[in-house]
């Protein structure tokens, strides 16, 4: 078997496992209609330290597992690698901010890739001083239906026009790169380790 092949089996078989796992709390769900509907979940550990915030605790990690329960239908915008049938995000929260954010994604082609998305925080806050992107989701809990659709629409709008660039990093190596089984390994341990409880939401 391939090493891509192996990377692949490992990270599908963790998915099942972390849905196994916390099977009541998994939600099945299409967020965007032109996107297909997935199984997901979401998880937080708490550092020793860390203070319940009441919308969530302030200190610890949160994880994200998500897996499409259909095919996705092949489209000429996207790129095979770029077609995400399965990601986990890992994102390290900071007093009740998310830094430090890590998406691992299965491709159709088969191929899982680390995206490195950086601090999505501090990313939102300079779109927010700016008055572009998808600084509207900032504080969405308080947002009507249209104010929230508008945000993700801006959102999505913000993904697509950072293709071109995205695609660059890639080609030079920069972003979005295979990983292999020793990461693989670790990402693992990583998601199975004691003390990651889901969400209350």
């Not at 077609?83 to 954010?101: D, P, W, Y």
């Amino acid at each position: 078997m391939l090493q891509r092949d192996k990377v692949s089996s490992k990270f599908n078989d963790l998915i099942t496992d972390t849905h196994l796992n916390f099977a009541q709390d998994v939600r099945h769900s299409q967020i965007i209609p032109t996107m297909s509907p997935e199984d997901s979940i979401l998880l937080q550990k708490n550092d020793e330290n860390s203070k319940d915030l009441g919308y969530m605790m302030s200190d610890g990690y949160s994880l994200s597992v998500n897996r499409d329960t259909e095919k996705r239908v092949p489209s000429d915008e996207w790129e095979s690698s770029e077609e995400i049938c399965a990601e986990i995000s890992v994102q390290r929260i900071a007093e009740g901010l998310g830094r430090n954010m890590h998406s691992y994604r299965l491709g159709s082609d088969g191929v899982v890739r680390r995206y490195d998305i950086g601090d999505a925080c501090a990313k939102v806050q300079q779109n927010k001083e700016l008055g572009i992107g998808a600084a509207g989701l900032d504080g969405f809990g308080n947002l009507t239906r249209d104010e929230l659709a508008s945000s993700l629409e801006n959102a999505i709008n913000e993904t697509v026009s950072a293709i071109p660039n995205n695609r660059l990093d890639k080609k030079m190596g920069l972003n979005d790169q295979p990983i292999f089984i020793d990461e693989m390994d670790a990402l693992a341990e990583f998601v199975r380790q004691p003390g990651f409880e889901p969400y209350k939401i």
